[in-house]
């Protein structure tokens, strides 16, 4: 059974950093294309960052081009997406994805077809 575990989520002010971690476990060599994505109440999924498994091919939504980076260690199954300069509207649930071959984007949440539970981020102004 393949699952994604998020963690590092929390609560900065503005202009403070977090550093979310996606643990991926069971048969994960097919997890070809992984991401985060975020949601804030009342608003729909939004990508966030997305990177192939060669690391190659990163995509970043642009509202957090400069302040967001993602990476992968694909001999720990882990997924990390370090987040610089947070802001208010960063805030929401940000979960974890991953996919098999294909594209590799932030534009369509439902291309993806396993996801985690999510990790709460709040930034205060």
């Known amino acids: 059974l393949r699952q994604l575990v998020e963690s590092g989520g929390g609560s900065v002010q503005a202009g403070g950093s977090l550093r979310l971690s996606c643990a991926a476990s069971?048969?994960?060599?097919?997890?070809?294309?992984m991401g985060w994505f975020r949601q804030a109440p009342g608003k729909q999924r939004e990508g966030v960052a997305t990177?192939?498994?060669?690391?190659?091919?990163?995509d970043y939504a642009d509202s957090v081009k400069g302040r967001f980076t993602i990476s992968r260690d694909n001999a720990m199954n882990t997924l990390i997406l370090q987040m610089n300069n947070l802001r208010p509207e960063d805030t929401g649930m940000y979960y974890c994805?991953?996919?098999?071959?294909?594209?590799?984007?932030?534009?369509?949440?439902?291309?993806?077809?396993?996801w985690g539970q999510g990790a709460q981020v709040i930034v205060s102004s």
């Open positions: 069971g048969y994960t060599s097919t997890l070809y294309c």
């Open positions: 994805a991953a996919r098999g071959a294909g594209t590799c984007s932030t534009d369509n949440p439902d291309r993806f077809g396993l």
């Open positions: 990177i192939y498994r060669s690391g190659d091919n990163i």
